[in-house]
């Protein structure tokens, strides 16, 4: 595994997104710490400040500080579409893993349905989801995870029959191992590594998904910091303060951009075929 | 192509909306609206209530409420919008249509800008070209749709002043006005196709390129640009289509983002509009809708597929 | 005469980020006109990088140190891009290793062929077309008029071979250089292929530069050979005589090598009981569905039976279901029919216990995914180990018996080469310590020095062990000189069962019979 870390370094999209993902990371951590401001604190007389001095990003139409409410969105954002990709891929790798395993009419079944449910785009799927849930970040995470549980699923099915092809597995079968050993100690370990890559880039789906949600007004609710949300309100001032809305918009491209490089980075270091 | 493999496509057109219908119909059972309450505003007397809801089989069990609505949908009858009181039905397929212009505009827009960039990309490997594409395909597939819209608004509609930010205009009516009016979300809709379909054309054009069939035109004396026109471009080409035929579907998500935002009265907007409101009758119609030009969409980009690619056949 | 092609002195370097790997030494050989040499070297010895160097088609990485390469009395070396196009198709015609790649697939065979005579013989397209047909009638193609019409998916690979045959003729070219063009094709096509070439070649009188793996091969159809080892050129020589007087150690290594039916490596004949009875075994894979009817079954009804330490030969051209009875002897694939363990009967996959499945080992034919890449080489052998009531402490043991240091034991898949990843799925099947080991097509993607040494190894294992092999293999020659018994499969039947003496003998299937004459033997 470090030798993988390794690997993924010496790649430029990994160093930068490994660069990206610590500076988010501490963000969330220490997000309200290093805020100059309260990010709820309104203030009138400082309504829509440029980008200067005292409000390095600029103030917004509350004249709530830019920079402090990013800083503390971070939190609002990306652990939960961390969390929300991680129910969706464990979902997802549970029932594409069980169809391949089963295979033939069943495999069938399980696939022609999960195409069908695919069919239903995305973000229509987690917007049915949150309406019958309640609005709300969690629950937005949760319809995220359910909508993309059938890609998952397809992802790691497609995987799985790849390996399950391979001669080891064969070998596996034919001295009459059981069907838990040949899952999880000869096909998972070489599963694994695809649906980590896979999954990655899904959270830069989920990071932007979940923007769109609280966007749409049926994630996060004011007057929580969250990026989408940010964007959300400050559209009506795009004329007067255009920095409300770029700040939050750079944030959300940032974090998405770090996700996908990672993903990108992986899939060079964990193939291993170059592991020489 | 035979008529057994039409059939096959067929059944799984059907069975995609037999799904998805038992989908949309199981999530709207659940969503905490009372259609007798919606009807009637929150003033109406138990007795009225009672009886709207008897009228409408509320009462009845649920498996018996989906036979009967899906018995109606399958005549073309998608029921009432509870907001409107008109035909959902003829509501949505306008609103379908508004949606199209939309996709379509933002597939061709996409066809013309992303073949050619990952295709250069790929004869220019590590070049300037090659890196503006990486860039490109960066910001593209990481942008939400809102932000994009957003900042594109923000520049043309209200820098440059040159476009109008919101609204439509049917062709009919004014072809170039409506064109003007579709432009900015044509564009927002088209740049995560662009980003995803300019990578995909620029790795799968880098495979052919190394493939031993082009290796073997060019040691038979042919010219670069014969080799590349003539072998490479046909066989680089052909697995987009299949990659445009799944993206279908993140489009149709992006869609319903950027109508809202630029008031563009599509099925998306239709859709959120109905969310809004609880009309479950509209967003039922809506997303089957949906699911169905899915469906049908990746249908004929199979058949395209076998069509292009004389390799596959289906019997 | 002037020599058509000659190289000399001619060094070639790739650079990687690993360092400088040089992969031309110092090479010189001249080709006269109507000359066939052929060119024998393992994989990596550098005779790929030869045809790139002549054809003009070097990677990037490449770097020429020095010496020259002529085409008559054109310098290649100088030879300018657009002079290249000239010489290429026109000048040295190409026929590659395997028709199904080296074809586009989405255009016609007949666009593919008159693409060059429009090119470089300034033919109108429809004098092309004519051209071509008659071209396809000489690569003895029927209804050639149908053919050139044809998508390359929609003919053999044998009938792609000669379109390709065809296109590297038609322009009459001075030199043709052929990159192993049978290797990919079954046994008999290949030696059609190689009947057409050499009819060609006597009607023509084109030189040619034959590369290939197959020693044997080449000493048949070539006037000289040369044989290069690590980029070095060791030995040229005459072909008649190379088999008979091999003057270079490595020379004599890849004779030494070379399958001969008539020197045998094994001399016992066994008598014992039978091991293993086969009756009807019948493999069906697929089923019918409401939009496809069943594809016809592997198998059909093959009975065969194998005594205890006896070597059975199963030998077939791919498709003939020889790799289905493997899967069904070893329970990877449902069949049905009869299986005789001993005295035991085993009627279907869930009769197959440990009991058995010790018993009936396999090894398969690819060593990259026989071997699982996330497990050590320590932790592969160690499972059928305990599995099979021994323990690790056996690894080194088991390890020394294929001859690999126990070091290896820390080793991953990957760090390992072809032979050594086949030596380590061998022992694992010894692990079990089976009476039976099903070899399917093992030595098949190895180089013939390295299937030299896994036969050597396996004969002494049986040695050790007495077990049993069930031999599967394309390779005729190869398993006359270690079976006792050969049966011969095709399309899913079994067509003969008999011993390795009577196979020259009357009483032979004329498939059979087919089968050897199209299996090269080496001349002198």
Request: proline share 5%.
């Amino acid at each position: 595994m470090t030798e993988a870390f390794r690997r993924l370094l010496r790649t430029p999209q990994g160093a930068l997104s490994i660069a990206l993902l610590i500076l988010l990371a501490a963000v969330c951590v220490a997000g309200p710490a290093l805020a100059p401001y309260d990010p709820e604190q309104i203030d009138f007389l400082g309504r829509f400040s440029p980008p200067g001095a005292l409000h390095w990003l600029g103030a917004d139409q509350l004249g709530r500080d830019v920079l402090s409410r990013l800083l503390v969105g971070a939190r609002s954002t990306v652990p939960l579409a961390l969390l929300a990709t991680l129910l969706g891929t464990l979902g997802g790798t549970v029932i594409g893993t069980v169809s391949a395993y089963l295979g033939g009419r069943w495999d069938e079944a399980i696939m022609r349905t999960i195409d069908a449910v695919m069919a239903v785009p995305g973000l229509l799927l987690a917007l049915l989801l949150v309406s019958t849930l309640g609005n709300g970040s969690f629950n937005a995470a949760i319809a995220i995870a359910v909508a993309f549980a059938p890609g998952m699923a397809r992802v790691t099915r497609s995987v799985a029959l790849t390996v399950r092809n391979q001669d080891y597995v064969k070998a596996a079968i034919a001295r009459g191992e059981g069907g838990g050993w040949i899952v999880f100690r000869e096909m998972l370990p070489n599963v694994v590594a695809p649906v980590v890559i896979e999954t990655t880039i899904r959270v830069a789906f989920a990071v932007m998904l979940f923007a769109t949600l609280s966007f749409l007004g049926l994630g996060a609710q004011p007057p929580a910091s969250e990026w989408g949300l940010m964007v959300s309100e400050a559209r009506r001032y795009l004329h007067q303060a255009p920095w409300i809305i770029i700040a939050p918009s750079v944030a959300i491209g940032l974090t998405a951009i770090a996700f996908n490089l990672l993903g990108d980075g992986l899939r060079d270091a964990l193939n291993p075929r170059d592991e020489r | 192509m035979s008529a057994s493999w039409l059939l096959r496509r067929v059944l799984l057109i059907a069975y995609t909306i037999l799904v998805v219908s038992l989908l949309v119909f199981g999530i709207t059972q659940v969503l905490p609206a009372d259609a007798a309450v919606t009807l009637l505003g929150e003033n109406a007397t138990p007795a009225a209530l009672e009886a709207v809801r008897l009228k409408l089989g509320l009462g009845d069990p649920v498996w018996l409420q989906y036979l009967r609505w899906l018995s109606h949908v399958l005549t073309g009858d998608f029921g009432v919008s509870m907001r409107t009181g008109q035909p959902v039905g003829p509501e949505m397929f306008a609103a379908l249509s508004r949606s199209l212009l939309l996709a379509v505009g933002a597939i061709l827009v996409m066809l013309v800008l992303a073949v050619p960039l990952g295709m250069l990309a790929a004869l220019r490997q590590g070049r300037l070209v090659d890196m503006f594409t990486s860039l490109v395909s960066y910001l593209g597939v990481s942008l939400p749709e809102f932000v994009t819209a957003t900042l594109m608004l923000m520049l043309f509609a209200d820098r440059l002043q040159w476009l109008p930010a919101t609204g439509y205009v049917a062709p009919l009516e004014d072809f170039w006005d409506s064109v003007r009016h579709l432009v900015l979300p044509v564009l927002t809709a088209s740049v995560i196709l662009i980003a995803h379909v300019a990578r995909m054309v620029r790795s799968e054009t880098l495979d052919v390129l190394h493939s031993d069939y082009i290796r073997a035109a060019r040691l038979k004396g042919l010219p670069e640009p014969v080799v590349l026109l003539r072998h490479a471009l046909r066989n680089a080409l052909l697995p987009v289509v299949t990659i445009v035929a799944l993206d279908v579907g993140y489009l149709l998500g992006g869609i319903i983002v950027i109508e809202e935002i630029f008031a563009l009265p599509g099925i998306g907007r239709q859709l959120v509009v109905a969310i809004t409101a609880r009309d479950l009758p509209s967003i039922q119609a809506g997303a089957l809708i949906m699911a169905a030009t899915y469906a049908v969409a990746n249908s004929l980009a199979d058949m395209a597929y076998a069509f292009l690619d004389r390799r596959i056949r289906y019997d | 005469m002037n020599p058509v092609l000659s190289v000399s002195g001619y060094t070639l370097d790739y650079v990687t980020s690993g360092g400088t790997h040089r992969a031309l030494d110092d090479v010189s050989l001249a080709i006269a006109p109507g000359e066939v040499l052929g060119l024998v070297g393992e994989s990596g010895s550098g005779k790929s990088s030869l045809v790139w160097s002549i054809m003009r088609h070097l990677p990037r990485n490449a770097r020429e140190l020095q010496g020259a390469i002529h085409l008559g009395d054109t310098d290649l070396r100088r030879a300018t891009p657009k002079a290249l196009l000239g010489i290429r198709g026109r000048r040295i015609g190409m026929v590659f290793q395997d028709p199904s790649t080296s074809l586009n697939p989405t255009l016609t065979l007949g666009r593919q062929l008159t693409e060059v005579l429009v090119r470089h013989r300034g033919f109108s397209k429809a004098a092309a077309w004519q051209e071509g047909i008659e071209l396809l009638r000489r690569v003895e193609l029927h209804q050639p008029e149908v053919l050139m019409r044809r998508y390359p998916h929609e003919v053999s690979g044998g009938e792609k071979q000669r379109v390709v045959i065809a296109t590297a003729f038609g322009c009459r070219p001075e030199l043709i250089l052929f990159d192993e063009p049978t290797t990919a094709l079954d046994v008999i096509t290949g030696a059609r292929i190689l009947d057409l070439f050499r009819r060609l070649r006597a009607e023509t009188g084109v030189a040619a530069l034959y590369i290939s793996h197959d020693l044997g091969l080449v000493s048949r159809i070539a006037d000289r050979v040369a044989v290069m080892r690590r980029g070095k050129l060791v030995e040229e020589a005459a072909a008649s005589t190379i088999f008979r007087a091999p003057a270079h150690e490595d020379t004599r290594r890849l004779v030494d090598a070379v399958p001969r039916p008539e020197r045998r490596l094994v001399f016992d004949e066994p008598s014992g009981p039978v091991l293993l009875g086969a009756r009807d075994i019948a493999v069906q894979y697929g089923r019918k569905t409401l939009f496809r009817p069943a594809p016809p079954p592997a198998t059909r009804n093959v009975s065969l039976d194998v005594r205890e330490g006896e070597i059975l030969g199963v030998v077939g051209e791919s498709g003939s279901g020889k790799s289905s009875i493997a899967r069904a002897l070893t329970g990877l694939a449902e069949f049905r029919g009869g299986i005789r363990l001993g005295k035991r009967p085993i009627a279907g996959v869930a009769q197959m216990d440990a009991a058995y499945r010790r018993a009936v080992q396999i090894v398969f034919q690819h060593p990259d995914t026989s071997l699982n890449p996330r497990q050590r080489v320590g932790e592969i052998l160690g499972r059928p180990l305990r599995m099979f009531g021994g323990d690790a402490r056996e690894i080194p043991r088991l390890l020394e018996q294929v001859r690999l240091p126990a070091s290896y034991a820390g080793r991953w898949p990957h760090q390992l080469s072809g032979g050594e990843k086949q030596r380590v799925a061998i022992a694992r099947a010894f692990a079990a310590k089976p009476a039976l080991v099903i070899c399917d097509e093992i030595t098949a993607a190895l180089d013939v020095s390295v299937q030299a040494s896994i036969i050597d190894l396996l004969l002494a294992l049986r040695a050790e062990h007495g077990t049993a092999y069930l031999f599967i293999t394309h390779d005729l020659n190869l398993i006359r000189q270690i079976a006792h018994r050969i049966a011969v499969m095709r399309r899913g039947e079994l067509v003969d069962l008999l011993a390795v003496d009577a196979l020259q003998g009357e009483s032979v299937h004329p498939y059979t019979r087919e089968l050897i004459a199209a299996s090269p033997t080496p001349v002198g």
